[in-house]
């Protein structure tokens, strides 16, 4: 984690031309707006370009930036949420300043297709790394030596980190947050935002699979939030059917078109996230978050939590707990 200092830890993202300014809001939202609520030094963040001035955004605005590569290369986390074009070299003045940033020492950050400015700098040489599944082939192809992993949300490598679409890249900065300042911030942070605190970087990217605006699927969506609300129950898929009226036959077909996964995994999924809570603000016995989150024996429990979360449950509390009174599970 970070440590209290009388200035904020300093963070630079690198806007581009053409650029969507959702891109650089999600960064801007995380690091940028103050948090003087938190009593911690937040993050100082500047928003920073190849060459300072304006630049075209995508709806015809215009950002205009003071601020250039030597500002991008002297911070101490540096944030790249895209590239112009996926099929470019990026050029030798960014490739400069990113392998100088990383030389020194900086956290290096990619979201989406920003991963193929890392990758042209050789900072992802050797290493696992994500981008947008729509990228995924194309970076493999370009950078043979980087590991690409399409079905992940983002990759921590410690100073290196990478993140998929866009939704994802609001996953990772959570993720830094919590690493620099605890779950507590973090949690905080994403109720602030209006979503998920967590969601482990290992959960496989969202492809398309849209749900059909029809009365089957919103059956299935009723009976997930049924579930939902009573996951320390035993729950099969012939209990999923009953709740949706549906054969099984006819409910897993529908599942699988509406998430893209099956009941089972999707649950097993859901449980594990239900107990990061208890792992972070209690002291309840892993054996009872097992069974209070509706797994069967603690065994199971952890088994399918390192494989969600690549950390086993008492791994996952040391690292999370808040550290707040204990108080007793539900």
Same mark, same amino acid.
Not at 235 to 262: D, N
């Given at each position: 984690?970070?440590?209290?200092?009388?200035?904020?830890?300093?963070?630079?993202?690198?806007?581009?031309?053409?650029?969507?300014? *959702?891109?650089?809001?999600?960064?801007?939202?995380?690091?940028?707006?103050?948090?003087?609520?938190?009593?911690?030094?937040?993050?100082?963040?500047? !928003?920073?370009?190849?060459?300072?001035?304006?630049?075209?955004? !995508?709806?015809?605005?215009?950002?205009?930036?003071?601020?250039?590569?030597?500002? *991008?290369?002297?911070?101490?986390?540096?944030?790249?949420?895209?590239?112009?074009? @996926?099929?470019?070299?990026?050029?030798?003045?960014?490739? +400069?300043?990113?392998?100088?940033?990383?030389?020194?020492?900086?956290?290096?950050?990619?979201?989406?297709?920003?991963?193929?400015?890392? +990758?042209?700098?050789?900072?992802?040489?050797?290493?696992? +790394?994500?981008?947008?599944?729509?990228? +995924?082939?194309?970076?493999?192809?370009?950078?043979?030596?980087?590991? !690409? #992993?399409?079905?992940?949300?983002?990759?921590? #490598?410690?100073?290196?980190?990478?993140?998929?679409?866009?939704?994802?890249?609001?996953?990772?900065?959570?993720? !830094?947050?919590?690493?620099?300042?605890?779950?507590?911030?973090?949690?905080?942070?994403?109720? /602030?935002?209006?979503?998920?605190?967590?969601?482990?970087?290992?959960?496989?990217? *969202?492809?398309?699979?849209? @749900?059909?605006?029809?009365?089957?699927?919103?059956?299935?969506?009723?009976?997930?939030?049924?579930?939902?609300?009573?996951?320390?129950?035993?729950?099969?898929?012939?209990?999923?059917?009953? &709740?949706?009226?549906?054969?099984? &036959?006819?409910?897993? /077909?529908?599942?699988? &078109?509406?998430?893209?996964?099956?009941?089972?995994?999707?649950?097993?999924?859901?449980?594990?996230?239900?107990?990061?809570?208890?792992?972070?603000?209690?002291?309840?016995?892993?054996?009872?978050?097992?069974?209070?989150?509706?797994?069967?024996?603690?065994?199971?429990?952890?088994?399918?939590?390192?494989?969600?979360?690549?950390?086993?449950?008492?791994?996952?509390?040391?690292?999370?707990?808040?550290?707040?009174?204990?108080?007793?599970?539900?």
């Amino acid at each position: 984690m970070l440590t209290v200092g009388s200035r904020g830890h300093t963070v630079a993202v690198l806007a581009f031309d053409g650029m969507s300014v *959702f891109e650089v809001g999600i960064v801007t939202e995380v690091f940028g707006l103050p948090r003087p609520e938190f009593e911690v030094p937040w993050y100082d963040l500047t !928003v920073c370009a190849a060459s300072p001035g304006p630049l075209r955004v !995508v709806g015809g605005a215009t950002l205009h930036t003071g601020h250039g590569l030597d500002t *991008f290369t002297a911070a101490e986390t540096l944030i790249v949420p895209g590239v112009p074009d @996926v099929h470019a070299d990026p050029s030798p003045a960014l490739v +400069a300043a990113l392998r100088a940033a990383h030389a020194r020492g900086a956290r290096i950050m990619s979201i989406c297709s920003g991963a193929f400015a890392l +990758a042209g700098a050789g900072l992802l040489d050797g290493r696992r +790394a994500t981008t947008h599944w729509r990228y +995924a082939e194309t970076l493999r192809t370009r950078y043979p030596s980087v590991q !690409v #992993d399409a079905d992940v949300l983002y990759l921590d #490598d410690g100073d290196v980190l990478t993140s998929a679409g866009s939704a994802a890249g609001l996953d990772l900065c959570l993720h !830094v947050v919590r690493r620099d300042h605890g779950p507590a911030i973090a949690n905080a942070v994403a109720r /602030r935002l209006v979503v998920q605190p967590h969601r482990d970087g290992g959960q496989a990217q *969202f492809v398309e699979a849209p @749900v059909a605006d029809d009365p089957e699927d919103t059956r299935v969506a009723r009976s997930m939030e049924w579930a939902l609300s009573h996951l320390a129950e035993p729950i099969t898929v012939a209990v999923l059917a009953g &709740r949706a009226h549906m054969s099984t &036959r006819t409910y897993l /077909r529908h599942f699988a &078109r509406a998430t893209g996964t099956t009941p089972i995994r999707w649950l097993i999924d859901r449980r594990v996230q239900a107990s990061l809570a208890l792992l972070e603000t209690t002291r309840t016995p892993v054996e009872t978050v097992a069974t209070t989150v509706g797994f069967e024996t603690a065994v199971t429990y952890r088994h399918h939590f390192a494989q969600v979360m690549r950390t086993s449950p008492s791994a996952y509390r040391r690292a999370f707990h808040t550290g707040r009174p204990e108080t007793a599970a539900p």
